[in-house]
């Protein structure tokens, strides 16, 4: 099983970008998907997560709307689009996916496979 993320990149505070994450080697349309990124010198931390069959999406708190997590089961591909961003949201963001509906998605211990992370910078 691997994952691949791509899409990272530099922008400008404000401006927008769109995340890809290409799953391979076995589906996730009944599991748990969702995006974690991590900035220098901090700890990981949850993005969103998208779950089960009816794809319930899930947030951190500092998204606030900003950010929308969508899983597509056919190309077997999730995708978080990034707008509003902010100097502080740059770190490198990385995918992750299991076979089980977790109840604690924003638990990075949770996840079965990880992807490379792709490396969002924003600039003030």
């Known amino acids: 099983v691997q994952l691949q993320a791509s899409g990272g990149g530099l922008v400008q505070a404000g401006g927008s970008l769109r995340l890809a994450c290409a799953a391979s080697?076995?589906?996730?349309?009944?599991?748990?998907m969702g995006w974690f990124r991590q900035a220098p010198g901090k700890e990981r931390e949850f993005v969103a997560a998208?779950?089960?069959?009816?794809?319930?999406?899930s947030y951190a708190d500092f998204v606030q709307g900003r950010f929308a997590i969508s899983r597509d089961n056919a190309k077997n591909t999730l995708d978080l689009q990034l707008n509003n961003l902010r100097p502080e949201d740059s770190a490198v963001y990385s995918c992750?996916?299991?076979?089980?509906?977790?109840?604690?998605?924003?638990?990075?211990?949770?996840?079965?496979?990880w992807g490379r992370g792709t490396l969002v910078t924003v600039s003030s």
């Open positions: 080697g076995r589906t996730f349309s009944t599991g748990t």
């Open positions: 992750a996916a299991t076979g089980a509906y977790l109840a604690n998605y924003k638990g990075a211990i949770g996840y079965d496979y």
């Open positions: 998208v779950r089960g069959t009816g794809g319930t999406q």
